[in-house]
C-alpha cells in the first residue's frame, strides 16, 4: 500500500519569506510524487512532481520539492512567497492503475 | 496540456432525486477515468475507477448502488448520484489521463443536496 502524510494543517509565514509545506511518504518501490494547489472552489492545479532523476525538482510558480529517500519526504518549498501563493496544498502518491493518492492538506497562509 | 472539463460546475438538487455529473477529456481519450470526493476542507478521497466498456470498480466503503458509474465512450465518463440526501453534498473531481502515467483533474464539481 502507497500513502502520504502531511503534518501540518496550516501553515503560516510572511510575505518574501522563504516556505516549506512538508510532506512524507509510504511505499514499496519506488515513489511516483506530486504537489498539487487548489484555491476555493476550484479544481486541482499541478505544481511539479517527482518521477526519477535528481532530487531537486522545479515546478509552476517559482515552487520546488526536494525529494529525501533516507527521510522518505518530499517537503514543498519556495525561496520567497507571495501573498498569491495562499491556498491549499496537496502532496500525492500515484499508486498502481495511476490511482492518486493524496494527504491531509495543508493550508498556506501568506501574509503581507 | 491535456484538458479534462467537468459538467455541471455546480448543482444543487432536493434531497430524493439523482444528478448526473460529467468527465470529458477534450483532446486524449482515456479508457480508465478516476472519481474523487472532496469533503469540505478535507482531501480527496478516491471513489472508484471509470472503466471504458466495462464496469466501473469501486474503493471499499463507496456505494455502487449509490454512485452509479458509465464510462460511454473514450472520452466521456458519468457520475450519477442517486436518491441523494445532504451527506452527499461534497465537491466531486474527475481525472484522466492519455495513457502515458500522466492525470489531469477536472474542476471539480459542487454538488449541493438540500
Known amino acids: 500500500a502507497q500513502s502520504v502524510a502531511q503534518p501540518e494543517d496550516q501553515v503560516n509565514v510572511a510575505e518574501g519569506n522563504p516556505l516549506t509545506v512538508k510532506c512524507t511518504y509510504s511505499v514499496s518501490g519506488n515513489p511516483y510524487l506530486f504537489w498539487y494547489v487548489q484555491y476555493p472552489n476550484r479544481g486541482l492545479q499541478f505544481l511539479l512532481k517527482?518521477?526519477?532523476?535528481?532530487?531537486l525538482v522545479k515546478g509552476s510558480y517559482g515552487f520546488e520539492a526536494e525529494f529525501n529517500k533516507s527521510q522518505t519526504s518530499f517537503h514543498l518549498k519556495k525561496p520567497s512567497a507571495l501573498v498569491s501563493d495562499s491556498a491549499l496544498y496537496f502532496c500525492?502518491?500515484?499508486?498502481?492503475?495511476?490511482?492518486?493518492?493524496f494527504g491531509s492538506g495543508t493550508k498556506l497562509n501568506v501574509k503581507p | 496540456g491535456a484538458v479534462v472539463s467537468q459538467h455541471p460546475s455546480w448543482v444543487i438538487c432536493k434531497s430524493g432525486t439523482s444528478v448526473k455529473i460529467e468527465c470529458r477529456s477534450l483532446d486524449f481519450q482515456a479508457t480508465t477515468m478516476f472519481w474523487y470526493r472532496q469533503f469540505p476542507k478535507q482531501s480527496l478521497m478516491l471513489m472508484a475507477t471509470s472503466n471504458e466498456g466495462s464496469k466501473a470498480t469501486y474503493e471499499q466503503g463507496v456505494e455502487k448502488d449509490k454512485f452509479l458509474i458509465n464510462h460511454a465512450s473514450l472520452t466521456l465518463s458519468t457520475l450519477t448520484v442517486t436518491s441523494a440526501h445532504p451527506e452527499d453534498s461534497s465537491f466531486y473531481i474527475c481525472s484522466a489521463g492519455p495513457g502515458d502515467g500522466e492525470q489531469y483533474f477536472g474542476p471539480g464539481t459542487r454538488l449541493t443536496v438540500t
Open positions: 500525492a502518491i500515484r499508486g498502481n492503475f495511476n490511482k492518486f493518492y
Open positions: 517527482y518521477i526519477t532523476g535528481d532530487n
